[in-house]
């Protein structure tokens, strides 16, 4: 099975990955990869840390003549704004932060690791971090297209105003969010999207919204019924919560689905060849996203989630001094008025990771060429 971890914090000198389990034999496209760091920079209503950054990955081991060799991939993405921090840092002098800020990891980590500063813990806890995720998620998207799989994101909302996607097969659906700087697809709703995140950015707040990911060309039968830690929604769920600030994941229109009845809601099976019924089921609807069982079922896979107003926000909210406990109110620190845009690209990396992983767990194989054999069987 595939596994990743990341290191390195935020005004650190870099982020850094090691990816497990990748085939030998998987061309290694970097400038695809950085493509996707660009697109996780983009979008509108970003903060000044992206004027800063220009993220490209640097790939220091795992790939010999551009592809991989069956051993670790290890990457990195440089921080250009540890150029500003990098004396402070090494004089111990980093700005302490004793004033957690609501909505952040800064009072849970204080507490638990007993620290008297919140600057450890929002330096990892940063959404910085999601860089590396992307430079991972990308190669994860390689894996898969070698059989036939994309993956691509929009957004569906933000700040309250929700658009309405055209009827349109899914990559053109993505073409039209790539041409859009909230990615939102529905350019009426794109306008009003953009005025939301002015009036937020005026009035001193930030806002959240919504983002859809899906896939298409995936094989029935990825992950299983058979236990829990197994079934594929579940895993897509877990991963696509741990991005920072995403409080909600659905498959499919899981929520508006709850509200109807079973006969509403259940995609019927249709069959166009009778000689030959398994390879030619079809379905006229996809209400469950793809998933049924915790299994693919053939049709594409549908992630939405739902992200949280970036909790840092220039407006001061209420808290307490811990160094003095006494009440204060928090200290801005810089940040986007919204990044929901960027989550969907982040959100496609954690979903092209977790079908990777499950395309990997079923087919096996060592090579890119021994899994493409026994995906033909």
Request: charged fraction near 25%.
């Amino acid at each position: 099975m595939l596994r990743f971890l990341t290191a390195g914090e935020s005004h650190g000198p870099c982020l850094m990955a090691i990816v497990e389990g990748l085939p030998a034999g998987l061309e290694v496209d970097v400038e695809a990869i950085n493509r996707d760091l660009a697109r996780r920079q983009g979008g509108y209503g970003r903060g000044g840390r992206m004027k800063i950054e220009r993220d490209k990955v640097e790939v220091l081991g795992g790939v010999l003549y551009s592809k991989t060799i069956g051993a670790p991939v290890s990457l990195r993405v440089e921080n250009r704004d540890w150029a500003n921090w990098r004396e402070r840092w090494a004089a111990g002098d980093l700005p302490k932060l004793t004033v957690p800020r609501p909505g952040h990891a800064d009072y849970a980590g204080m507490v638990k690791y007993g620290l008297d500063d919140a600057r450890p813990i929002l330096e990892r806890a940063s959404a910085r971090e999601t860089a590396a995720r992307v430079a991972v998620g990308a190669l994860a998207k390689l894996l898969l297209a070698e059989f036939g799989v994309a993956v691509g994101s929009h957004v569906a909302e933000i700040g309250g105003v929700v658009a309405q996607a055209p009827d349109l097969a899914w990559p053109e659906l993505w073409a039209l969010a790539e041409s859009s700087d909230v990615r939102c697809p529905d350019e009426a709703a794109a306008t009003r999207m953009r005025e939301a995140i002015d009036a937020a950015r005026e009035a001193g707040d930030s806002l959240g919204g919504v983002f859809v990911v899906a896939a298409t060309g995936l094989p029935v039968g990825l992950g299983s019924h058979a236990q829990w830690d197994r079934r594929l929604d579940a895993r897509l769920a877990q991963a696509v919560m741990s991005i920072p600030a995403i409080k909600g994941v659905e498959i499919g229109p899981a929520f508006e689905n709850a509200r109807l009845s079973g006969t509403q809601v259940h995609d019927e099976f249709e069959i166009s060849n009778l000689q030959s019924p398994f390879s030619n089921v079809t379905r006229p609807s996809n209400r469950a996203g793809g998933i049924e069982g915790g299994m693919t079922n053939g049709e594409p896979v549908v992630v939405r989630a739902a992200m949280k107003p970036i909790p840092t926000t220039v407006t001061p909210l209420r808290s307490v001094d811990l160094a003095t406990g006494e009440e204060a109110a928090t200290q801005y620190q810089r940040a986007d008025v919204c990044a929901v845009p960027a989550a969907s690209v982040v959100g496609e990396a954690m979903v092209a990771w977790g079908l990777a992983d499950a395309l990997v767990e079923k087919l096996g194989g060592d090579s890119l060429d021994e899994m493409k054999r026994r995906s033909r069987r």
